[in-house]
Nanobody, 130 residues
Framework: QVQLVESGGGSVAAGGSLTLTCVESGYTGNRACMGWFRQVPGQDREGVATTLPSEGRTARAYVADSVKGRFTIIRSYLKKSVSLQMNNLKPEDTAMYYC?????????????????????WGQGTQVTVS
């Protein structure tokens, strides 16, 4: 059974920073795309960032225009985790953030469609920026 467990959400003032972490367990397939999407109630889900399987900051990553320059996605292939470093947060970043995994590596480059349906996703962690 594949599980994705997110942590690190919370409340922060505008201009502040948060780091979300997702740890994967149970995935036995080949290399997979991992990343984050977010959702505000009543609005469409939005792909935030994805990364191909590799280590650290050198992994090929894709980031939505809305967060480019502020958010960084970092993957640890060995630790089976992916983190989202969020700097200079804005009130419009307020959302539930979900970690997701999909065995289709080509999905990584299609950030606009990095939302449901994906093969696996977590329960989400809330980020509130005021």
């Amino acid at each position: 059974q594949v599980q994705l467990v997110e942590s690190g959400g919370g409340s922060v003032a505008a201009g502040g920073s948060l780091t979300l972490t997702c740890v994967e367990s149970g995935y036995t397939g080949n290399r997979a795309c991992m990343g984050w999407f977010r959702q505000v109630p009543g609005q469409d889900r939005e792909g935030v960032a994805t990364t191909l399987p590799s280590e650290g900051r050198t992994a090929r990553a894709y980031v939505a225009d809305s967060v480019k320059g502020r958010f960084t996605i970092i993957r640890s292939y060995l630790k089976k985790s992916v983190s989202l470093q969020m700097n200079n947060l804005k009130p419009e970043d307020t959302a539930m953030y979900y970690c997701a995994l999909d065995s289709s590596l080509s999905r990584c480059s299609d950030i606009k469609h990095w939302t449901l349906p994906v093969e696996y996703w977590g329960q989400g962690t809330q980020v509130t920026v005021s």
